[in-house]
């Protein structure tokens, strides 16, 4: 598969099939996503992948504010929880911002972590979902994640039970300006 292959086939995927993912899989999707770019390579993206029990209750107790989520987190085989370490990207050594963007980037960097994570779980076969609505702090609570990072979307992945069309997309002359 070509990476242009992957990006264009690549869909959100909500239903999975019961099939576990294996580890040792997930292992080397994470592994490929580590290259995903980051601020002065800070590489402050962390996975945490959740299974069984753990995950169930997630699904239950932070999706209230959308919960088709939880419907998703329950039937999927794998959840992963995206966090990243806070006050790294887009900050100097002295802690002040770096950019008139603040800390912003940090969201960036991850976002371009989990869309790396969500590509390279295709190209092996897996199917995944970023997921943005969600109790944070509850998550972050469930999950015991360290004070220095915060968890910042929520990965549903496994085998794809579904085929999604590939919506309509703006014609490239709504996409690209040209100036001199």
């Known amino acids: ?63 209230s504010a959308y919960p088709k989520n939880g419907e998703i987190i329950t039937q999927a085989p794998l959840l992963i929880a995206v966090t990243y370490i806070k006050g790294r990207s887009g900050f100097e050594r002295d802690g002040s911002y770096s950019t008139p963007r603040e800390g912003s980037w940090q969201m960036f960097d991850a976002g371009i972590a989990s869309q790396t994570f969500c590509l390279a779980a295709w190209d092996k076969g897996l199917g995944s979902v970023i997921m943005g609505i969600f109790d944070e702090a509850k998550a972050a609570s469930l999950l015991n994640v360290p004070e220095e990072r915060d968890v910042v979307a929520l990965i549903p992945v496994g085998y794809p039970d579904e085929e999604p069309a590939a919506p309509r997309r703006k014609p490239v002359e709504e996409l690209l300006s040209f100036q001199s």
């Open 1 to 63: 598969m070509t990476a242009k292959d992957c990006i264009k086939e690549r869909r959100s995927i909500r239903k999975f099939k019961a099939e576990p993912v294996d580890h040792a899989l997930l292992s080397e999707i994470i592994e490929t996503a580590s290259y995903a770019p980051s601020w002065k390579h800070t590489q402050i993206t962390r996975y945490i992948a959740v299974e069984g029990a753990l995950k169930d209750r997630i699904a239950a107790e932070c999706t």
